[in-house]
């Protein structure tokens, strides 16, 4: 996964440039904005730094973290402005946090295996203050334009088959979990749980307890 991303790097954004996308992508934005507006975020798996860019002027302080150095780098580059760093961190191995109030994770929790999402979330629980606020957004599965389902595992995670524009291929993670299964999981850990959904995207949020 870390080599398949490192890889796409140069290419990763175009997908942000879909037509269709633009006005839920917006949207997404807009609700981003106001909910880390004015608070000191620890953003995991931040990537390109896409993300990192579009909350950066609301936020009062932002650590973009990646597994892949490279890609931290690049995030922290790709912001302007003083209030912006960066960390090599795995998501799954998050040390004390307790200076944030806000864990963000875009485009991360469809790469959790199944079995792993409950792990994923009392490590956020253990380095994150009571009060914190938790915020994870991810796609949506659209028939038609979505990258279709190539294999499943006997646990019931999907995989995509993935081409980069050099024409290396990776079989890639891809769950998409339903409202339900988001509020099972966020309910154990958080209250004020809120689930929302575009056609394209899901946004999910909700206050450690």
């Known amino acids: 996964m870390l080599e398949y991303y490192e890889q796409r790097q140069p290419e990763y954004e175009q997908i942000y440039s879909i037509i269709e996308r633009q006005d839920d992508l917006a949207w997404l ?18 990537g390109t730094g896409y993300w990192t860019r579009r909350i950066a002027n609301a936020a009062l302080y932002v650590l973009a973290t990646d597994a892949s150095e490279k890609l931290a780098k690049s995030a922290l580059e790709s912001c302007e402005g003083g209030h912006v760093d960066y960390r090599v961190m795995d ?4 040390p004390d946090s307790s200076e944030f109030d806000v864990f963000l994770a875009g485009f991360f929790f469809s790469h959790i ?3 792993q999402r409950r792990t994923f979330m ?3 629980d253990r ?15 659209v028939e ?22 050099d024409g290396c291929s990776y079989e890639v993670l891809k769950n998409f979990p339903d409202q339900e299964e988001l509020e099972i999981l966020m309910e154990e850990f958080c209250h004020d749980v809120s689930i929302e959904e575009s056609d394209y995207f899901w946004l999910a949020m909700g206050t450690l307890k």
């Open 113 to 115: 295996k199944i079995q």
């Open 144 to 165: 038609g334009c979505s990258t279709p389902i190539s294999s499943r595992s006997e646990h019931g995670d999907t995989y995509q088959t993935r081409v980069l524009s």
């Open 127 to 141: 380095a994150m203050k009571p009060g914190s606020r938790v915020i994870l957004f991810d796609n949506r599965y």
């Open 91 to 94: 998501a799954f191995q998050i």
């Open 29 to 46: 934005q807009r609700r981003l904005e106001a909910s880390v507006l004015g608070r000191r975020v620890l953003e995991a798996a931040c």
């Open 122 to 124: 009392k490590g956020i």
